[in-house]
């Protein structure tokens, strides 16, 4: 079964840091682009930031670069996300997702098609 | 960065009957979308890609159409377990992945 599983969520206060993991079982991880996603409190989906499958190639949301860090270990089938200079809009529920991609002459295309459960991070004093 | 605006942001729908919901690009992202459903408290889950096909699992009262800037998502006869928020999601012009706000089905 392919299965995603995020930790590492927490209270924090703002200017701190924070590394969420997430877990992948059931699939090859180094064969896919992974992706976070994050959600705040009543709020919609926001896209955070993507890695390629070999950590060449990482995007990230414009609210979190200079702060985020996206990477990959592929010995461990893990993503992370390490968050610094929190502020209290980083406060969200935070989705690990893997990223199928469609291949077409224009280039690559990818979306998110196995999303894990969550890990939630408060930004607050 | 392409906007994805959806409508309605809610819609009152009873059991059994048909759905329709709307979701506009802001610019061209050809049929590169997909649609998401989000129960509460759960995490989202793949429906709809490349704006038509469905995802592994999803029934066929699911159904997406459009490309270019308009797409709909259609569920032919909502079942209990349909209620939840939807989200539509382009991935042609990346980055970044830019999600609609959702359009909230509930029970009318």
């Known amino acids: 079964e392919v299965q995603l599983v995020e930790s590492g969520g927490g209270l924090v206060q703002p200017g701190g840091s924070l590394r969420l993991s997430c877990a992948a079982s059931?699939?090859?991880?180094?064969?896919?682009?992974m992706s976070w996603v994050r959600q705040a409190p009543g709020k919609g989906l926001e896209w955070v930031a993507n890695?390629?499958?070999?950590?060449?190639?990482?995007y990230y949301v414009d609210s979190v670069k200079g702060r985020f860090t996206i990477s990959r270990d592929k010995s461990k089938n893990s993503l992370y996300l390490q968050m610094n200079s929190l502020r209290a809009e980083d406060t969200a529920v935070y989705y690990c997702?893997?990223?199928?991609?469609?291949?077409?002459?224009?280039?690559?295309?990818?979306?998110?098609?196995?999303w894990g459960k969550g890990t939630t991070v408060t930004v607050s004093s | 960065e392409i906007v994805m605006t959806q409508s309605p942001a809610t819609l009152s729908v009873s059991p059994g009957e048909r759905a329709t919901l709307s979701c506009r690009a802001s610019?061209?992202?050809?049929?590169?979308l997909a649609w998401y459903q989000q129960k509460c408290g759960q995490a989202p889950r793949l429906l709809i890609y490349g704006a038509s096909t469905r995802a592994t699992g999803i029934p066929a009262r699911f159904s997406g159409s459009g490309s270019g800037t308009e797409f709909t998502l259609t569920i032919s006869s909502l079942q209990s377990e349909d209620f939840a928020v939807y989200y539509c999601q382009q991935y042609n012009n990346w980055p970044p992945w830019t999600f609609g706000q959702g359009t909230k089905v509930e029970i009318k």
């Open positions: 890695i390629k499958q070999d950590g060449s190639e990482k």
């Open positions: 610019q061209s992202v050809s049929s590169n």
């Open positions: 059931g699939f090859t991880f180094s064969s896919y682009w």
């Open positions: 997702a893997r990223c199928r991609a469609v291949a077409t002459i224009f280039g690559y295309y990818y979306y998110m098609d196995v």
